[in-house]
């Protein structure tokens, strides 16, 4: 199979502060058969090269595995607001059993996942080996895309989790978030304002983002 250059983004997420009011951070997953492309797209990505002028040394890399299930594909936005979890286990050395709590709440933590309906996406995390069939790309931890009405609804469902339960996570990140079309396929024009998404796609497209069928032929199914 040849790799492709992973230009095209599968999903771009801005973390919001807690009053919804600015954007702290960004989550950005990338499509691609080799590690090495990713981190040439990461190194021309224009918020990377602002800050750290292409240094994606300090920026934390995994390989996600998205579970597919139709269960756990609920709608953005749908009873409360989008919010993500960014869970890691904590390291071998700490002496924690990882590998053996997973395998026991397996089975518990998508049935948790599927029954409470408001899973947007979610996966495991993986080391970012150069190929994603290493035996070496072990689990580090998990994402979670879900809504949620409020902070607090957010954070209790988060140690709800069987797994924040028996003790796997080091750390648990929660914030809510916007989500980008970075494809610019997916912008509708406002006639009400009498605007013109063609000025947009010609700049994604500058930009270096698929705006085209052929470019995504993974969404065009």
Known sequence: QTPYRPSPLSLLFKSLSSDLERVIGQVMC???TELNYVKEFLQAEPLVQFFTGGDITQIPLYRWRHLRDYTLRQDDGRDGTPCMMLALDWEAEEGIDTYG????????????????????????????????????????GDLILFNAPDREDAIKFAEGSPRAKEGLYKSMQISFYNNLDTTGKFVAEDRMLGSDINDLKEAMGIWGYPVDDDQTPWLNW
């Open 30 to 32: 990338l499509e691609s």
């Open 101 to 140: 709590i997973r395998a026991r709440t397996n089975e518990t933590y998508v049935e948790f996942l599927i029954r409470s309906e408001r899973v947007i996406a979610t996966g495991p995390l993986h080391l970012s080996t150069e190929v994603k069939d290493d035996p070496s790309s072990l689990p580090v």
